[in-house]
């Protein structure tokens, strides 16, 4: 089934973005706002990241802090910040600035998550415009594909290297969590 008027909100977690902007699709909106909810209420709905370990970063400090009193968390917290970077530098390896549509795909991006964050669902219309532009380049994307047989390959493959690394990185961060003690399901 195809929804002509189905708009993305963007986000930066893929499974509460889904969540966010199927509940905005259809007017869901948070009772204490009044606008579309955002994902750090989703996750919390959830039961937060990790069920009762959260992470906070504070734009005046250049380390993590955690919120529940287990010091042995810190470490741990540490590796998910790491991830946060591995995972954004997998974000911007898929679309290499080199080629001028995947730069643009990247700055509407960005320029569309700006939006979202600043001013949640009072920026839909705001984020319309950008919303076809991407939509449009996703077109033009599927009728000349910029990148020839090697080049794709090379992308696959950093793409891939990336992927291995964040698999590491993720089985570590899991290792170090369950080796504090900490209790999920």
């Known amino acids: 089934m195809i ?6 909100l963007g986000g930066v977690h893929p499974e ?8 905005a699709f259809h ?4 009772p204490h706002t009044g606008k579309p909810f955002t994902e750090a209420l989703l996750l919390g709905i959830g039961g937060g990241l990790g069920s009762m370990f959260i992470l906070w970063e504070f734009e005046k400090h250049d380390y993590p802090s955690i919120v529940l009193g287990r ?14 970077d591995l995972w954004r530098g997998l974000a911007q390896a898929a679309l290499p600035e080199r080629v001028d549509i995947f730069r643009e795909t990247r700055e ?5 998550e700006a939006i979202r964050q600043e001013l949640g669902g009072e920026g839909l ?15 033009e994307l599927n009728d000349a594909f910029p990148l020839n047989g090697s080049e ?11 992927l ?20 999920y399901n």
């Open 108 to 112: 509407l991006l960005d320029r569309r």
């Open 16 to 23: 509460t973005a889904a969540v966010n902007n199927i509940l």
């Open 152 to 162: 794709t390959a090379a992308l696959f493959a950093e793409i891939r290297d990336r």
């Open 71 to 84: 010091n042995e968390l810190n470490e741990t917290a540490a590796l998910y910040l790491e991830l946060h």
């Open 164 to 183: 291995e690394g964040i698999y590491r990185a993720e089985i570590g961060a899991l290792a170090s969590l369950r080796s504090s003690g900490f209790e």
């Open 125 to 139: 219309e705001d984020i319309r415009p950008l919303n076809d532009r991407l939509h449009a380049l996703k077109g």
């Open 27 to 30: 007017g869901v909106t948070a």
């Open 3 to 8: 929804l002509d008027a189905y708009k993305t």
